[in-house]
């Protein structure tokens, strides 16, 4: 399936107009920009607008149908959309849809020669005990006083919890630091929203 059908089908979604139609178009001129902005507007409306529900898990359904192509430049924001609508099909004790997202990443992960899968393997398993995360990004908006990056930044990290958690957090990085994690970034974001406003911040800035 082509990036570009999954995109006009979106866009035609009365539901989902009024938050497409403000996403700069800057980001619509290659189908990678336009696809990270996607996958940021469902986390940003799942952590600051809970009454959105369908429309998120609307979204989350287009972004789904986007296949595995062997390009970690897109998939992994597929990968990030696969595991909210995991998260959210937990939540509301979907087990079909939470095992097909599920199926969905591990089907990619273990796509390749062997040496290859191997190694996917053990980038997951250092992923997972939260050995690839870092705060200097956020600690760097910080700083500079910045609070629509510190926003966008902080999305990002949540991102990166959610995935760990659907993964199977491993210590350090159990279950509950990242449950305690995530409230703790979701909370400033929202701050952040509530100070700034919605469209001040990534991707409608």
Same mark, same amino acid.
């Given at each position: 399936?082509?990036?570009?059908?999954?995109?006009?089908?979106? &866009?035609?979604?009365?539901?989902?107009?009024?938050?497409?139609?403000?996403?700069?178009?800057?980001?619509?001129?290659?189908?990678?920009?336009?696809?990270?902005?996607?996958?940021?507007?469902?986390?940003?409306?799942?952590?600051?607008?809970?009454?959105?529900?369908?429309?998120?898990?609307?979204?989350?359904?287009?972004?789904?149908?986007?296949?595995?192509? &062997?390009?970690?430049?897109?998939?992994?924001?597929?990968?990030?959309?696969?595991?909210?609508?995991?998260?959210?099909?937990?939540?509301?004790?979907?087990?079909?849809?939470?095992?097909?997202?599920?199926?969905?990443?591990?089907?990619?992960?273990? %796509?390749?020669?062997? +040496?290859?899968?191997?190694?996917?393997?053990?980038?997951?398993?250092?992923?997972?005990?939260?050995? %690839?995360?870092?705060?200097? %990004?956020?600690? +760097? +908006?910080?700083?500079?006083?910045?609070?629509?990056?510190?926003?966008?930044?902080?999305?990002?990290?949540?991102?990166?919890?959610?995935?760990?958690?659907?993964?199977?957090?491993?210590?350090?990085?159990?279950?509950?630091?990242? &449950?305690?994690?995530?409230?703790?970034?979701?909370?400033?974001?929202?701050?952040?929203?509530?100070?700034?406003?919605? &469209?001040?911040?990534?991707?409608?800035?």
């Amino acid at each position: 399936m082509q990036l570009k059908e999954v995109f006009t089908r979106i &866009e035609k979604k009365a539901e989902l107009h009024s938050y497409i139609e403000q996403i700069p178009a800057k980001y619509k001129k290659t189908q990678k920009a336009y696809l990270a902005a996607l996958v940021k507007l469902s986390y940003l409306l799942y952590i600051t607008q809970s009454d959105q529900k369908p429309q998120i898990k609307e979204l989350l359904e287009e972004l789904s149908q986007i296949p595995f192509e &062997e390009n970690y430049d897109y998939w992994t924001w597929v990968e990030h959309a696969l595991v909210l609508q995991a998260r959210i099909a937990r939540e509301e004790e979907q087990q079909a849809v939470y095992d097909q997202s599920m199926q969905l990443i591990e089907d990619a992960l273990n %796509t390749g020669e062997e +040496a290859v899968v191997k190694v996917k393997h053990n980038v997951q398993a250092r992923f997972v005990k939260g050995e %690839t995360l870092s705060t200097q %990004t956020i600690d +760097a +908006a910080i700083k500079k006083n910045d609070t629509s990056m510190e926003c966008e930044q902080r999305i990002l990290y949540v991102m990166k919890l959610f995935k760990i958690k659907e993964l199977g957090a491993q210590p350090p990085y159990t279950d509950e630091k990242v &449950e305690q994690e995530s409230t703790e970034y979701m909370k400033r974001i929202n701050e952040i929203v509530e100070q700034v406003g919605i &469209e001040k911040v990534e991707p409608f800035k």
